[in-house]
């Protein structure tokens, strides 16, 4: 038991090996920048698992109710927690742990950002026309909004701004709000473009949240604008690939070794370069099928398949250009590791995969998660005219009905796009 508590400790901490501190450093005169901690490292925002003390609490809780009450006749997650003793907890872990991957890439815009926390619904907001809409995603008590510059609003509210320097971006700004609910904004153009963008984070301030239980300042110095990176590199070490509606992203040394079909249903292609194989799959959505996409679906198909507790296996919900995807990271330092990225248009699931050992590839496993993470539709435009939603039966509909989850929300949205 020590020697696997040993190994989880190790492989945990190579997702955030502590390269350097958070540093965001304020020209003379201005104030310093709410809720930033040198304490914390630079690329904290890699590791998409963050467990905090009420998601452990919440967890072993579920883990012994799930023992101590089995269903008769055994549903299915019974039989799992039967077969595999910890599994109902790592599926809980799991769901709390969870982050969001915003990508944009669109027009002029070329960026991606992470937040450790999960998305239970999206939205995209048209603006002006010209500027380009605003991407929203909502988790249980924040919201994060990516786009054009939006923060004029906010200024009349804002009890605090100023300005910062950070390395990668040039005429970074802030404001803040703390009132009932706690709202930071920022404003930045990454060095390698001249498009300017804005980001909003907000929420309340609630340390018995299992999901997130930090200030939405802490996670925006931290861990947010830490993330910002434009998508560029990617074409320094990887190209497009089209099927169809469909474009996914391979190494360029990549090559197609075949196309094939699987059990009369699959379409695949397999890729193959030194240390890593590729899978593209796509198959034509059944109906009255369970959404694949879902993040919970893939949680526990890829934790019964591996029968992986003791890995600390990463999780999140992909945003690109509005369109959600469910990612799944098991990386195993000089070992075989996976990545999984499952999405969908209205006529197809694309299910990407790579199996890959780090000691043998030439690519590091921040730079092949980056690639696959990157996917688009022709017709993304129309897959998100309605909220995405993350979630789905009586949960998803308690959301709908609350008298505070979505007009909270909608109203910091509508304010924002102004």
Known sequence: MLRKSIVMMAVAAAFTMNVSAVQIEVPKGQPPVPGADASI?????????????????????????????????????????????????????????????????????NIRISVPNVSFRGDVIETEPGKGPLFAVRSLSSFLVVGPPHGKELSKYAEGEGKYNYPGLRNASWKFMSNNSRIMYTEFTPDDTKTTY????????N???????????????NYIIPSIESLSSLDNYSQIEHWGNFHYRIPKTAKLVSEAVENERHEVRTYEDTGVKI??????????????????????????????????TQYAVVWNNGIPGSLVDAYKPNRESYLRHVVKDSVYYYSYRINYDESKTSYTHKQLRDMIEY??????????????????GTYKESLENSSIFIPWYMEWVKLLSK
């Open 41 to 109: 490292p630079a690329n904290a925002y890699e590791n998409y698992r963050h467990i905090n003390k009420v998601a452990e609490q919440e967890a072993e809780s579920y883990s012994q109710f799930a023992k101590s009450n089995p269903k008769n006749p055994p549903s299915t997650l019974d039989k799992l927690n039967q077969e595999h003793p910890g599994f109902s907890k790592a599926l809980e872990l799991a769901n709390y742990s969870q982050s969001t991957v915003v990508l944009i890439h669109e027009g002029d815009k």
């Open 198 to 205: 804005g980001v909003t984070y907000g929420g309340w301030v």
């Open 207 to 221: 340390t018995e949240d299992p999901y997130q239980d930090k200030a939405p300042e802490v996670v925006m110095s």
């Open 279 to 312: 899978r593209v799959i796509r198959s034509a959505i059944m109906s009255k099928e369970t959404d694949n996409t879902l993040i919970k679906v893939p949680i526990i198909y890829y934790l019964h398949k591996y029968n992986d507790l003791e890995t600390p």
């Open 375 to 392: 996917v688009d539709f022709d017709d993304a435009t129309r897959l998100r005219k309605e909220p995405q939603w993350r979630q789905e």
